[in-house]
């Protein structure tokens, strides 16, 4: 069996898990590659290639970050291919696997197992969360390490789990996301707010999966193509980017493991060789 892990993660829970799932199968001796989504590739050749998919990202809003869907639309169809999705949220996200699941399944996948994973908030400039920002990590490692053995197994012995899939899970999810869809190109495309105390030191440039930033006449300014994923708010070194109205960062979310590189997530390709 070959499986490829397609995935897009803003500041790193996704690709924790995305990880986490590929060193899972490598342990059951099952070669799987993973990708980010970031990168431009011929990934309907790619996935000719492989027996089955995995699809991960964040929920915002009980929702599918766009750069998700702009990916899915781009996928021809296919002839009954296997797949499973996982989404990563802080608490409670509804039906976000399922959603992506059925993007999916109008491309012509078969859906077999859907999980969820929490992780840590991500979202530092928003007073109301802050009891949320700090976190065990290692004991987060431990929990996940679990939820992904589980998961990793349901997958090889091709165990239906399709986590969001009923009712109650579709009510929950729709009344995040109906909301979240409306505000979602009026309101985050322009989200990011630049202070004063920025130092043009471009590492936000570097960092956006939409390159939304660009320095004119010596002033760091944004082109209004946010998604909210919190990679350079959380990454400016001197905490001058944030989406809130009045609050500023003041514990930034550095990753879900001590000396996260959050140059990781924009990797093109972590391939089962290259970890041999």
């Not at 799932?21 to 980010?36: M, P, R």
Request: proline share 3%.
């Amino acid at each position: 069996m070959k499986i490829a892990i397609f995935l897009f993660s803003g500041t790193g829970n996704t690709y924790f898990i995305g990880k986490k799932l590929q060193d899972g199968f490598k342990e059951k001796s099952i070669f799987c590659d993973l990708f980010t989504i970031e990168k431009k590739r011929n990934d309907n050749q790619l996935i000719e290639d492989y027996d089955v998919i995995g699809l991960g990202y964040p929920i915002y809003g009980s929702d599918v970050p766009l750069l998700i869907k702009k990916w899915i639309d781009g996928l021809k169809m296919q002839n009954h291919k296997k797949a499973f999705v996982f989404c990563t949220q802080m608490m409670y996200s509804g039906d976000s696997a399922a959603y992506g699941g059925r993007l999916l399944e109008k491309k012509g996948f078969i859906i077999r197992q859907q999980a969820h994973f929490n992780m840590p908030n991500n979202i530092t400039d928003y007073k109301i969360l802050r009891p949320f920002n700090k976190h065990n990590l290692k004991k987060i490692e431990q929990r996940k390490n679990k939820q992904v053995n589980r998961f990793v197994k349901k997958i090889l012995i091709d165990k239906k789990s399709r986590k969001g899939s009923n009712l109650i899970s579709l009510c929950l999810g729709l009344l995040q996301r109906i909301p979240y869809q409306k505000i979602e190109m009026k309101w985050i495309s322009d989200t990011i707010k630049i202070e004063d105390q920025c130092i043009l030191c471009e590492k936000c440039i570097e960092l956006c999966p939409t390159e939304n930033f660009e320095i004119k006449d010596g002033i760091l300014k944004t082109k209004n193509m946010c998604i909210a994923c919190y990679r350079c708010i959380n990454h400016c070194p001197v905490n001058a980017l944030h989406s809130s109205k009045n609050a500023l960062v003041k514990y930034p979310y550095k990753g879900p493991v001590e000396n996260f590189n959050i140059k990781d997530v924009m990797e093109d390709c972590i391939t089962t060789h290259e970890m041999n």
